[in-house]
């Protein structure tokens, strides 16, 4: 039989455009001789009884034909050099009629994420993504979509988020474009409003219920065996027996233990061996053996193993599944960030947390806060900053009745947004691990992971190896076997890879619990190598919510004044802004015209006609070095409002911990008018620094950096949002307000300001159990290792050793982290 290999590597012409292919591309159809063997060019499976032939490429159905085309029409063709079998077969792909519910507006309304009319985002999920060929195709749809601007793939997830120009393109076309190549999006209308993830997947429940049934029922066969039949006078019945044992052990194989075949084999394509290839290894020399001895008759197999093994494998996996679904679950739908929204009752502002929120709210957005939830503007001139969503920085003008979605940022005067959607918990974390605001660098736990990931696999296939040709050189074929299937299967690097996800990822949730909102584990991780810690002033040691303002001037303040300036601070996020608004509550607050903020500066606008500015002394044209809130009305500065600060209960033990940790610093925008007083927290002079810019505080944080210093921040998210977002670690503390930021790394609720070096100090012994667990790793590699090589560990005994090391590694973690926890965080 002869085989046609077809040359990937080939030049391709380019077709007119898509879906509208010139007369010289015509496939013919031409039966296939049953001597001939012949793949498809792009899914790779056998032509059947047909194969369409064009440009000396064969296909074996009209679809995979024309997803070729459609490649080949956008010089797209690389994605058939990545991986030997990238596509997949389209013989049963879905008409693009199929996809015509999609153009209904409601349901337009529920999948989008986003949609502005210029710019629209929409998640996908993809279940027949499998390489990583399909990656690349994926995160190149704007070659084959002019409306596409950039898609992102998560492979793990197997999601494709795609944003696109909802004039150019359109759901149904997308959707029909997947599906064209060979990813049908798979669409539950019923899962859309509050979505929560699956604990397990179904095949892995089935996965595991076939290999559990077929343990049994081989253990059953292999009863006589055990009770020391003669199996040479009972020959016909242990042919019996042994049959059945194949027959019940195959669909093990090439079902139940399918995901651990494939991804070894497809790391083995992409030149990696993962950690799968040895295990895969040990499944299929265990499987051939026992065949072999069944078939020759020199021995009873050891299906019975070969099944315990693939069952006890799934077991772990699904303990491991169902343990970070509980994790994650509570993380995204459980634990809500510690920020709050004001919401209007008729003439009444409250405010509520933000998981209270219901949809027919009606909330008000000042400047420079983020919207959490989807809406209707009602009232206001809404600019929107979408750039925490779609990267674009460029604000956006909302008018009065259009959609406002979750994730923007208003940058003009506060607005008034009817809620459409409760807040999605789950959204606003995707949004805020957005790679585009803030990269991670790996701590060192990581970084050993990674590297035993690396070499760890060569090192168990080389022990492996070499104690095969020993005992097979000293005539033990048995034993050799033995060893080598032992050793494939009990070597447990996936120890170490399990530690940091679920240990740091339950510090994260016990942390979430108590109102210290983490951006994910790398910032668990980050604590541990801490050593200069940055503190804001205002709204971040001092407790804004008991400051008190004295008005000085020469004269009070008139009614019209106080009407002025409460108008203003009326649409500012900064905490004297919400406080001084707060402290006049009894005057009448109305609609300024022209609002503006300067971060660091003040804010203007004007009201009833009058052109008004609060703010620093340079900013409203009062006496230099003069501290306070200024009001200027024309152009006159009327005076400023004293401001008496209160410090956070709990200051001075913060500050004593992170002493222990390194060099403490405050940076002020304010006058150095407490300086004395705040010497009793910071006695070093010198470690105060007063009238500093925003600007100012990001170069600071600079500075320390390149000194090889690793700095934490902690700040208000307003003023300060640039060395947040510097520093190794930025902090936002809330106090009762929407200051949620994607410049910050974790979110205090200001209430817990006090447990703060608690919580640290519980992030930073998450890193130690980790190191922990990779000492328990080492020791059972050791000693698993060594029964292996001797020959003495059976494969049945190393399939149980090898999830059990899995599931101990993982209770070691969480239980170790929760005994931290009741000890540090105990009321």
Partial sequence: MTTVNPARFTQHYFCSKLFGFMSSNTASALPLSPATKVNCYHCGDECQSIRLVMEEKTFCCEGCKMAYQILNTHNMCDYYTLDNKPGLNLKNRRDARAYAYLDDAEIQDKLLEFNDGNV?????????????SCIWLLEHLYKLDQGVSHSRVNFLKKTATIQYDPTQSSLRKLAALLASIGYPPEINLGDIENARPKATSRKLLYQIGLAGFAFGNVMLFSFPEYLGMDMESERWFANIFGWLSILLATPVLLYSAQDYLISAWNGIKNRHINIDVPLALGIIMLFGRSVYEIL??????????????????????????????????????KSYFPVAATVRQGDDETTVPVQRLVPGDI???????????????????????????????????????????????????????????????????????????KTEAKGEVTLLADRAGT????????????????????GDMVTAVNAFTAIMIVACPCAIALSIPFTLGNVLRILGRNHFYLKNNQVVEAFAAINSVVFDKTGTITNVEQQEYIFRGAE????????????????????????????????????????????????????????????????????????????????????????????????????????????TWLLSGDKDREAETLKVFFPERNDMLFERTPQD?????????????????????????????????????????????????????????????????????????????????????????????????????????MPLSSVTIVLFGMISGNLAAMKLLKK
């Fill in 556 to 663: 009070n303040l008139s009614y019209a004044d106080k009407v002025a300036v409460r108008s203003l601070t009326r649409h500012s996020a900064h905490p004297l802004s919400r406080r001084l608004y707060q402290s006049l509550v009894e005057i009448p607050a109305e609609m300024p015209q022209n609002f503006r903020e300067i971060p660091g500066e003040g804010i203007e606008g004007s009201v009833d006609g009058r052109f008004v500015r609060i703010g620093s002394a340079e900013f409203t044209g009062g006496e230099k070095g003069q501290s306070g809130v200024f009001v200027a009305i024309e152009g006159n500065v009327l005076g400023y409002f004293e401001v008496k600060s209160r410090y956070r209960g709990g200051l001075r033990n913060v500050l004593e911990y992170f002493r222990k940790l390194g060099k």
């Fill in 296 to 333: 020759m008759h020199t021995g009873a197999g050891y299906m019975d193993s070969f099944a315990g093994l693939i069952f006890l494998l799934l077991t772990g996996k699904w303990f491991q599944q169902k343990t970070w679904h509980q994790l994650s679950f509570e993380r995204d739908y």
């Fill in 455 to 474: 070499y760890f696999t060569w090192l168990i296939l080389g022990v492996g190896a070499l104690s095969f040709a020993f005992w097979s050189l000293n």
């Fill in 697 to 801: 505080k990001l170069d600071f944080v600079r500075e320390l950096q390149a000194k090889g210093n690793k700095v934490m921040m902690l700040g208000d998210g307003l003023n300060d949002a640039g060395a947040l977002r510097q520093s190794d670690l930025g902090i936002v503390i809330a106090e009762n307000t929407n200051n949620f930021t994607p410049a910050c790394d974790a979110i205090l609720q200001a209430d817990q300001f006090d447990k703060l070096p608690q919580m640290v100090e519980l992030a930073r012994r998450g890193v130690k159990i980790v190191q922990r667990s990779y000492m328990v790793a080492f020791v059972y590699n050791v000693i698993g290792l060594s029964y292996a090589v001797s020959g003495h560990l059976s494969p049945l005994i190393a399939a149980i050793l």
């Fill in 363 to 437: 909330i008000l957005v000042r400047s420079q806060e983020i919207i959490p939830a989807d809406g209707i503007l009602l009232k206001g001139k809404a600019r929107i900053d979408y750039s925490f969503v779609t990267g674009e920085a460029e604000p956006v003008e909302v008018n009065s009745g259009d959609r406002i979605y979750a994730g923007g940022k208003q940058v003009a005067e506060s607005i008034e947004i009817s809620l459409t959607r409760r807040v999605s918990q789950s959204y606003l974390t995707q949004l805020w691990n957005n790679e585009a605001f």
């Fill in 120 to 132: 629209a985002r929409v998640t996908f999920y993809l279940p027949q993504m499998h390489c990583v």
